[in-house]
T-cell receptor, first 115, second 114 residues
Framework: DARVTQTPRHKVTEMGQEVTMRCQPI?????VFWYRQTMMQGLELLAY????????DSGMPKDRFSAEMPDATLATLKIQPSEPRDSAVYFC?????????????FGPGTRLTVL | AQTVTQSQPEMSVQEAETVTLSCTYD???????LFWYKQPPSRQMILVIR??????QNATENRFSVNFQKAAKSFSLKISDSQLGDAAMYFC???????????FGTGTRLTIIP
């Protein structure tokens, strides 16, 4: 049963520390998305990739956030330095850019708490 | 930019009854996709049902069906024979035919009353 995996599932850190979240998309999927969920903003897109190339990162604070896909099986989201307002659940999702039914499959999320 | 509106922050329904969750959206595009996602307390995002805008027939998945009104830009979710396991947050989402990103509504929290 193919699924998106994310690590870590939970992360507690102190303000100013670097945080790295990892995502393994479903094998064969060529689009990868990072979403953030907070009580105030709801679910919002941070960045997404197609064939490992970044297509849209307009939702991401550029000064502290960075997203990369070192290879087709790994996507990373890094926050440096972290701030309390970054506390949220971060979801990774993957899908197919064309063909198929346009579904996005979500990982279980990383719950980040910045103290 | 597209927007998705869910006007019901909370809904409740008696077990075995039917409930309808509302969603409206704003777009100037003619080709797009609409989705309903379920988020139980585990926080996992689970796809419930999807609808392609070019299809006139409403999508159905077992007890879940949609009422898609393209002209009115409305996309409601009907859950029949509600079960305790249906209790969750439900999010309506929009996707363009082009860019693959999803735009979500604010969600509706559904409570099932035994």
């Amino acid at each position: 049963d193919a699924r998106v995996t994310q690590t870590p599932r939970h992360k507690v850190t102190e303000m100013g520390q670097e945080v790295t979240m990892r995502c393994q998309p479903i094998l064969g999927h060529n689009t990868v998305f990072w979403y953030r969920q907070t009580m105030m903003q709801g679910l919002e897109l941070l960045a997404y990739f197609r064939n490992r190339a970044p297509l849209d990162d307009s939702g991401m604070p550029k000064d502290r956030f960075s997203a990369e896909m070192p290879d087709a099986t790994l996507a990373t989201l890094k926050i440096q330095p972290s701030e309390p307002r970054d506390s949220a659940v971060y979801f990774c999702a993957s899908g197919l850019a064309s063909g198929g039914d346009r579904r996005q499959f979500f990982g279980p999320g990383t719950r980040l708490t910045v103290l | 930019a597209q927007t998705v509106t869910q006007s019901q922050p909370e809904m409740s329904v008696q077990e075995a009854e039917t409930v309808t969750l509302s969603c409206t959206y704003d777009t100037s595009e003619s080709d797009y996709y609409l989705f309903w996602y379920k988020q139980p307390p585990s926080r996992q995002m689970i796809l419930v049902i999807r609808q392609e805008a070019y299809k006139q027939q409403n999508a159905t998945e077992n007890r879940f069906s949609v009422n898609f009104q393209k002209a009115a830009k409305s996309f409601s979710l009907k859950i029949s024979d509600s079960q305790l396991g249906d209790a969750a947050m439900y999010f309506c989402a929009y996707r363009s035919a082009g860019p693959e990103k999803l735009t979500f509504g604010t969600g509706t929290r559904l409570t099932i009353i035994p």
